[in-house]
T-cell receptor, first 116, second 117 residues
Framework: EAGVAQSPRYKIIEKRQSVAFWCNPI?????LYWYQQILGQGPKLLIQ????????DSQLPKDRFSAERLKGVDSTLKIQPAKLEDSAVYLCASSLGSGGYQETQYFGPGTRLLVL | AQSVAQPEDQVNVAEGNPLTVKCTYS??????LFWYVQYPNRGLQFLLKYITGDNLVKGSYGFEAEFNKSQTSFHLKKPSALVSDSALYFC???????????????FGKGTKLSVIP
C-alpha cells in the first residue's frame, strides 16, 4: 500500500514570496491533515479536512495560509506571503476516518521550508 | 487544559538494555493515546495506540506501552534496545476542541532516544 506522498521535499524561498505544498493521501482515506512542525517541537495541526470539507482550521493563520482539497483526494497548502517564522517542516497526514480505530493518522515525509 | 507532556528531552540507553520513554497526559474523559517515531528527515511513523481494552499495548518493532489511568501515564517501553531505535519519539493524545465529536491530536514536544553501542 502506498503511503502519503508529499512534494516538494525541500524548499528555500525569500520572505514575502509565496510557496505551495502538495499532498496525496493514502487511497481511501477520507480525512486529511496538515501540520506545522517547528524545530524542537511536536507537530501542530493547521487544518483538517473530511473529504473535501474543512473540519477544523482554527490554528491556520488565515491572513497568509490557505489550503484546499477540491476533489476530496489530494490537497495543497499555500503560504503567501511567507515570513521568517514560517520556516518549519510541513507534514501531511491521512486517516480512514475520524472516529475510534479509524483515527490512526499516517504521515508523509514532510516538506522542509526555509524562509530567508 | 487538555495536554500531553514528555518530561525528558533526551534518553540515553545502552544497546541491549531495556528502554522507557515517558509520557503523561491530561484530558477530560477517556483518552486515546498514540506513540509515533520520527527518523531524521522523515515523517512520523505510527508505533502503537491505546483506545480501550488491555492496558498493555503492543506495537511495531517490538515496542509496547502501558496505559496507567491512575497515574495518567502512557510510557513507551522496549525490553532490549537496538542502535537502530535511535530516533525522536512523540506521544500524542486525542483532545476535543469544539463541539461534540470534534477531535484533534495534540503532540508532546518529543524525546530524543539515543541507543549507545
Amino acid at each position: 500500500e502506498a503511503g502519503v506522498a508529499q512534494s516538494p521535499r525541500y524548499k528555500i524561498i525569500e520572505k514575502r514570496q509565496s510557496v505551495a505544498f502538495w499532498c496525496n493521501p493514502i487511497s481511501g482515506h477520507a480525512t486529511l491533515y496538515w501540520y506545522q512542525q517547528i524545530l524542537g517541537q511536536g507537530p501542530k495541526l493547521l487544518i483538517q479536512f473530511q473529504n473535501n470539507g474543512v473540519v477544523d482550521d482554527s490554528q491556520l493563520p488565515k491572513d497568509r495560509f490557505s489550503a484546499e482539497r477540491l476533489k476530496g483526494v489530494d490537497s495543497t497548502l499555500k503560504i503567501q506571503p511567507a515570513k521568517l517564522e514560517d520556516s518549519a517542516v510541513y507534514l501531511c497526514a491521512s486517516s480512514l476516518g475520524s472516529g475510534g480505530y479509524q483515527e490512526t493518522q499516517y504521515f508523509g515525509p514532510g516538506t522542509r521550508l526555509l524562509v530567508l | 487544559a487538555q495536554s500531553v507532556a514528555q518530561p525528558e528531552d533526551q534518553v540515553n540507553v545502552a544497546e541491549g538494555n531495556p528502554l522507557t520513554v515517558k509520557c503523561t497526559y491530561s484530558v477530560s474523559g477517556n483518552p486515546y493515546l498514540f506513540w509515533y517515531v520520527q527518523y531524521p528527515n522523515r515523517g512520523l511513523q505510527f508505533l502503537l495506540k491505546y483506545i480501550t481494552g488491555d492496558n498493555l499495548v503492543k506495537g511495531s518493532y517490538g515496542f509496547e506501552a502501558e496505559f496507567n489511568k491512575s497515574q495518567t501515564s502512557f510510557h513507551l517501553k522496549k525490553p532490549s534496545a537496538l542502535v537502530s531505535d535511535s530516533a525522536l519519539y512523540f506521544c500524542a493524545v486525542r483532545v476535543s476542541y469544539s463541539g461534540a465529536g470534534s477531535y484533534q491530536l495534540t503532540f508532546g514536544k518529543g524525546t530524543k532516544l539515543s541507543v549507545i553501542p
